[in-house]
């Protein structure tokens, strides 16, 4: 067990079940406190929010962890910057895909530019392996979310805007404490790093965009297939079923890569990954079992007969969760050993699988929800297999030392 314990895969993954577990206990505590078209609308709003924030740093967050970047008012500059174009982008087109409300609009973008300081900030520290740091800045909108949950039913608030003002707000307070404590402190003459380099950092926002778009797949395309109504089941069946391999897929990726990256002999590259396999593998099998068993019922108690989530549906969501946490492995392995020109491949070969997502679950809406979910799961399968393909070559030379095939 003391092994066990001492992997920070596990442990961050530990840390991201709290956050998830707060992400998922805000989610179901606002599908009691919201009416179903509310709690719908605002599933959707934070799923452009979720997304926009991975992407808002424009590659910067990836860089300053290869490059150990140094913090600077330069930097911060540039993140504003990407920050508000990207969101500006998004906004444009939420407006005309999905129609939701100016109003709400305005705070989502003002969001997005608060998520990608924050979002700077937490790669800094993580770069330094800090993770108790970076993780409580990066799961911020997690906590502030659960915060804003029990504040609804407090008060009774039955308006989704509502919500995504105090998550905003808590967002540019996060940021804030975070870049002001990067600023206080002295940081070591390795993290002087020169410019950011424009071409790696787009390769990095690029694998970060396909990325995005697969996490969030289900909900981009529920409300243009399906109804509201279902949009709103799958936010209780991901804060449920799937919110365990999200964040166990999230907490292999965020503590392999800068362990890999620091790794300097193939005994010692074979052996990080083999304690981190057996660890994660585990508790993906006890996942899968307190998920199959707890879920559902609990849904059914909690929520009072409002959702409902039926054998299919949480089948298909444990089998695409663990779809994802292979593809954290996958994800982990290619950007820590993949050069520039991998890191471009993994992007260019990264779109088809998110076309290969998309386009299963449009066909998947079909048969509803489990289609779509089970469409969302094969564009993570195909991703996974992209990111093998592309490293496989300097994985082999990293693992066991042999030339690479030319």
């Known amino acids: 067990m003391n092994r066990f314990w001492r992997s920070p895969a596990l ?13 998922a206990g805000a989610n179901v505590l606002l599908a009691r406190a919201l009416p179903t078209v509310e709690y719908g609308i605002l599933s959707l709003a934070i799923a452009l929010l979720n997304f926009s924030i991975m992407l808002a740093p424009a590659g ?58 924050t979002a700077l900030a937490g790669a800094q520290f993580r770069s ?41 707000l808590g967002l540019f307070a996060a940021g ?18 020169g410019p950011l380099p424009w071409a790696e950092a787009l390769s990095y926002v690029g694998v970060s965009a396909a990325f995005g778009v697969l996490v969030q797949a289900e909900r981009f395309v529920i409300p243009k297939a399906l109804t509201v109504h279902d949009l709103a089941t799958f936010g209780v069946l991901a ?4 919110a365990p391999f999200r964040m166990l897929q999230l907490g292999v990726n965020y503590t392999l890569f800068p362990r890999l990256r620091a790794s300097t002999t193939t005994s010692e590259t074979r052996h990080l990954l083999q304690q981190e396999a057996l660890v994660v593998w585990s508790a993906v099998m006890l996942a899968s079992i307190l998920v199959w068993y707890v879920a559902p019922a609990f849904v059914d108690w909690f929520l009072a007969g409002k959702y409902s989530l039926s054998p299919p549906l949480v089948a298909a969501a444990i089998i695409a ?18 050069n520039t020109r991998q890191l ?16 299963a679950s449009v066909i998947g809406a079909r048969w509803g929800l489990v289609g779509v979910v089970a469409g969302a799961g094969l564009g993570w399968l195909a991703r996974s297999l992209a990111g093998t393909y592309v490293v496989s070559p300097t994985f082999r030379k990293k693992m066991y030392g042999a030339r690479p095939h030319e």
């Open 239 to 242: 804060a449920t079923v799937g």
């Open 128 to 168: 330094q392996q800090r993770f108790r740091v970076s993780l409580a800045l990066t799961q911020s909108p997690n906590m502030i979310l659960a915060f804003v949950a029990g504040l609804a039913l407090a008060v009774e608030i039955e308006d989704a805007l509502a919500i995504l003002v105090v998550l905003t």
């Open 60 to 117: 910067a967050d990836g860089v300053v962890i290869r490059r150990l970047i140094a913090p600077s008012l330069g930097l911060l500059a540039r993140v504003v910057i990407t920050s508000t174009v990207l969101g500006a982008c998004v906004v444009a087109i939420a407006y005309l895909i999905y129609d939701l409300p100016t109003r709400l609009l305005v705070f989502l973008l003002l969001g997005i530019l608060a998520g990608g300081v």
């Open 11 to 23: 442990r961050a993954g530990i840390v991201y079940g709290i956050s998830g577990a707060g992400f």
């Open 344 to 359: 471009a491949q993994y992007n260019l070969l990264g779109w088809p699988a998110v076309v290969v997502g998309i386009l």
């Open 176 to 193: 804030t404490l975070g870049w002001g404590r990067l600023f206080a402190e002295k940081w070591p003459e390795s993290g002087s790093g």
């Open 321 to 338: 969760g663990t779809i994802k946490v292979l593809d954290g492995f996958s994800q982990a392995i290619v950007t820590a050993f993949g």
